[in-house]
C-alpha cells in the first residue's frame, strides 16, 4: 500500500516484504498467501522476471542437479516424465505456481534491495531499493523481512586470473553470461572445469560443436541417474500425481539421504561403487583413474549428477574428451598445459566456478549499528543471532535445495501465529553462551564454497545453533518442534500491527 510519494522516493509497507523471486521466494509466499492469508506482504526482484538462478543461467543444457519431485514443491506435484529437468520446464513450473496461486500480484520486479535497517523502537525495517534503469529509489517498511536472494552473486562468475588469455584469439566465455548468439557449430571447445556445469555442457554442446574437451585440474566424483523415474511415472499412471506425490518424494528423500549417508559413513566402500559405476559407462582402455577418481572423499564435495550417462556417452563416441592437467597459459590458438601439450580452441568457457554473496550484499543496519555476517550465528539454520524479525532462506547441499524452504516457510508462518496469539511484535535469537564454538555455515570442500564462507553467517555446536543438512533432523525442529525457546526472545512492543 502506498502511503506517500515524493519526488523519485515512494514509501510502501507491509507485514512481510520477501527478497527474492526465485524457487525461495515464491515458496514463501505461497505458504504466507495459504496459512496466513490477511498477512499483507511484497516480493521485491532485481530482475524482470522470476526464477532467480533459472532466469540469470541461459548456457546450454542446463538443468537441474536434483531430482524434481523432491526439488519441487511439497504442495505442488511434480507431474513432468523428466525427474532430471532442464531449465525451462523448471520455469514452467515456476510459473504455474505463481499462477495458480496469484503470487504474481504481490511482484515488484526491478527493483535492487541496496540497504535494510531495523528500528527497535518502530519494530519494523525500512528497506532501500532501487530501480533498474532509472535514478528512482524506493523505501518501503515491513514488520518482517524474508531473504530469499540465495548464496550466489548474480552479478559474476568466478574466473581465475590466466596467463596470456589477452592474447587468445577466439572467445572466452563464463558459463553465467552466456551469449545468446554464440555460434559453437563445428569449432574446438575446451571446457575448463568439472563440476556440474562442466558435466552439464559437454553433452549439451558434443555433436554440434567440431569437438569438445573438458580440461579439469582434478576430477569429480560423477554419478548417473535415470533422466526419467519409472516407479514415479507408473505412479502418477496408476493413482494419480496427488496421492503419488508424497510416495515418490519420502522414496527420493531416502534414496538421497542413503547416498550421502553412505558416503559419509563409509566413504572408501562408496568411492569405490561410483567409481566402478564411471568405468562400466566408458570404453575399456578408457583411464578413469586419471580422469575420474578424485582425491577427495564422496561428498566432501556435491557429487556431479549426469542424466542417462550423458556425459559418458559424448565420450564414447568420441565427440567429447577429457584431459587432466594444469594450464601454463593461454596462446593465441588455445591453451598450453604444464605438461607441454597444447589444446586448440575457438572458444574457451570458463566453468571454474560461481561466487557467493550473503544476503545479496545488502546493508544490514540495526538501530544505527551495521550488522556484520561472520559475527552473527544460525539459529534453526532460518534466522540469526542480534537480527530482530528476521528469516532467511537457504536450502539444502547435499539433497534437494526447496525441502529446506518448505520447512522454513512452514516454520515462519507457526512462529508469526505465535507472535498474533500472544500480542508478540518483535523476535529475536540471542546467543546466551558466549563460550560455544562456532562453525563455517556450509560444510563442504569445493572451491566456491571455501573462496567465500568466512563472509557468511557460522552455525553453532549445540541447540537450535547447530546448521547440519539433515532432513529428518529439520523436520523436527522446524515442522514438528515448538517455536518457544528460552534462546528466541519475543517482545510485546510497539503495537501489535500483523494482521492475526
Not at 531416502?254 to 566402500?269: D, N, Q, V
Not at 507457526?414 to 546466551?432: A, K, S, W
Request: charged share 20%.
Amino acid at each position: 500500500m502506498t502511503i506517500t510519494t515524493i519526488p523519485d522516493v515512494e514509501t510502501m509497507e507491509f507485514d512481510v516484504l520477501i527478497i527474492g523471486a526465485g524457487i525461495s521466494g515464491i515458496g514463501a509466499a505461497y505458504h504466507l498467501k495459504t496459512r496466513r492469508p490477511d498477512t499483507t506482504f511484497a516480493i521485491l526482484d532485481g530482475k524482470d522476471a522470476i526464477g532467480g538462478t533459472w532466469t540469470q543461467f541461459r548456457y546450454p543444457g542446463i538443468r537441474s542437479d536434483s531430482d524434481m519431485p523432491t526439488f519441487g514443491f511439497g504442495f505442488k506435484p511434480w507431474t513432468h516424465k523428466k525427474a532430471i529437468a532442464d531449465a525451462h520446464i523448471i520455469l514452467d513450473y515456476l510459473q504455474e505456481t505463481v499462477t495458480e496461486n496469484h503470487i504474481d500480484e504481490h511482484i515488484r520486479f526491478g527493483y535492487r534491495v541496496s540497504a535494510a535497517e531495523f528500528s527497535s523502537s518502530a519494530g519494523r525495517w525500512t528497506v532501500t531499493a532501487h530501480r533498474s534503469g532509472s535514478d528512482e529509489t524506493v523505501q518501503i517498511t515491513a514488520r518482517f523481512l524474508f531473504s530469499g536472494t540465495g548464496y550466489y552473486d548474480h552479478e559474476a562468475g568466478f574466473t581465475p586470473e590466466f596467463d596470456g588469455i589477452e592474447d587468445f584469439t577466439g572467445q572466452v566465455v563464463h558459463p553465467q553470461h552466456w551469449p545468446e548468439d554464440l555460434d559453437y557449430s563445428g569449432k574446438k571447445v575446451v571446457v575448463i572445469g568439472s563440476g556440474a556445469t562442466a558435466a552439464t555442457l559437454i553433452p549439451a554442446m558434443a555433436g554440434t560443436a567440431g569437438h569438445i574437451t573438458m580440461l579439469q585440474r582434478s576430477p569429480s566424483y560423477v554419478l548417473s541417474l535415470p533422466a526419467e523415474d519409472a516407479i514415479a511415472n507408473t505412479l502418477n499412471k496408476l493413482i494419480g500425481p496427488k496421492r503419488a506425490y508424497p510416495i515418490i518424494r519420502r522414496k527420493n528423500i531416502m534414496m538421497h539421504r542413503g547416498i550421502f549417508t553412505a558416503c559419509r559413513r563409509s566413504p572408501k566402500l562408496m568411492r569405490k561403487l561410483l567409481i566402478a559405476g564411471v568405468r562400466r559407462q566408458l570404453p575399456k582402455n578408457f583411464d578413469v583413474d586419471t580422469h575420474f577418481t578424485p582425491r577427495y572423499n564422496p561428498w566432501d564435495q556435491r557429487l556431479c549428477m549426469v542424466p542417462n550417462g550423458d556425459l559418458f556417452k559424448a565420450i564414447s563416441t568420441g565427440q567429447a574428451s577429457v584431459v587432466t592437467d594444469r594450464i601454463e597459459r593461454f596462446t593465441e590458438t588455445g591453451i598450453r598445459l604444464e605438461s607441454g601439450q597444447e589444446l586448440e580452441a575457438d572458444i574457451v568457457v570458463t566453468a571454474t566456478g560461481l561466487n557467493m554473496l550473503a544476503f545479496g550484499a545488502i546493508r544490514i543496519r540495526v538501530d544505527g549499528e551495521p550488522v556484520n555476517p561472520p559475527d552473527t550465528t544460525v539459529y534453526k539454520s532460518m534466522m540469526l543471532s542480534g537480527l530482530p524479525n528476521f528469516v532467511f532462506a537457504l536450502g539444502y547441499t547435499n539433497i534437494s535445495w526447496t525441502l529446506k524452504v518448505d520447512l522454513i516457510s512452514e516454520h515462519f508462518c507457526r512462529l508469526l501465529d505465535h507472535m498474533d496469539e500472544r500480542g508478540y511484535t518483535i523476535v529475536e535469537p540471542v546467543l546466551t553462551d558466549p563460550d560455544m564454538e562456532r562453525v563455517p555455515l556450509l560444510d563442504l570442500t569445493s572451491g566456491y564454497v571455501q573462496r567465500a564462507v568466512a563472509a557468511f553467517p557460522r552455525a553453532g555446536t549445540s541447540g537450535p545453533w547447530t546448521a547440519a543438512t539433515a532432513y529428518d533432523k529439520d523436520v523436527e525442529r522446524l515442522r514438528e518442534g515448538p517455536i518457544e525457546d528460552p534462546d528466541l526472545r519475543f517482545t510485546a512492543h510497539p503495537p501489535a500491527l500483523l494482521a492475526s
